[in-house]
């Protein structure tokens, strides 16, 4: 392949411009705050699962507690109807009545013992309710964080996308000095070998710093301006300048 030894040089621009570009790619796939925010989106799901789990408790003592509060209205309920009995004075023999308040007794004792439940659960749930209470909180806290997080991460790569647009604008002039067949050798290598084209800087590729031997060295003496070289050891395209020391 032959180019004009400018637009060979051009290449050299290109690659330039390129490495820009490989490393605004690289800032953008691992900056800090992406971490950060996939860190925390864990953090996050694994509260939200623990927000429902006490939830579900609180829920569920909150329907053990109407429960509970019911059986002590209905216990009530039938000690005041026997105490309306008793103080009716209807109930006259002696053994009915030792009966009847032998269960009112009764009753008092299993009204109290079932408050004793509602109390405690009454307890549970406001330990319950508190968790939920402790986790919503912490959750909110890392959302916030989170957004902060995502801000900072929206900020960077908007400046990133404005360098990235600047620097493909100025390569897009660069390449239109490039003949097509060129930018095409040099558009195959670059997806081969990251870099496509490397300078030829006094008897070393800049590409794969490897140093030309002294038969290599002539053979590319010899070979006219327009002549593309190829690297023998990384393929690049080697770009002669005032450096190569030809
Ligand atoms: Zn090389």
Do not use: W
């Not at 902060?148 to 990235?164: L, W």
Request: aromatic fraction near 2%.
């Amino acid at each position: 392949m032959k180019a004009a030894p400018a637009a060979q040089k051009r290449l050299l621009d290109l690659a330039e411009l390129d490495s820009a570009l490989d490393r605004l790619a690289h800032r953008r796939r691992t900056l800090p705050e992406l971490a950060q925010i996939d860190e925390l989106s864990a953090r996050i799901a694994r509260i939200a699962t623990q927000v429902i789990a006490a939830e579900t408790e609180s829920g569920d003592l909150a329907r053990e507690q109407t429960k509970a509060e019911a059986d002590v209205d209905s216990v009530r309920s039938r000690a005041t109807r026997d105490q309306k009995r008793l103080d009716s004075g209807q109930v006259s023999s002696p053994k009915d009545l030792a009966s009847l308040q032998s269960e009112i007794a009764s009753l008092s004792r299993r009204q109290s013992d079932l408050e004793e439940v509602v109390l405690e659960i009454m307890e549970r749930r406001e330990t319950a309710d508190a968790q939920v209470s402790r986790l919503v909180a912490e959750r909110d806290e890392l959302a916030g964080t989170r957004g902060t997080a995502e801000d900072r991460r929206n900020a960077v790569f908007a400046e990133i996308d404005k360098e990235k647009g600047e620097v493909q604008a100025r390569r897009e002039e660069v390449a239109a000095d490039i003949p097509a067949d060129l930018l095409a050798l040099y558009g195959k290598l670059r997806e081969q070998f990251g870099v496509g084209a490397a300078m030829l800087q006094g008897a070393r590729c800049q590409g794969c710093r490897t140093s030309l031997s002294i038969a290599e060295i002539n053979r590319i003496r010899a070979a006219s301006q327009e002549e593309v070289i190829r690297c023998e050891e990384c393929r690049r395209i080697l770009v002669r300048t005032a450096e190569s020391g030809l």
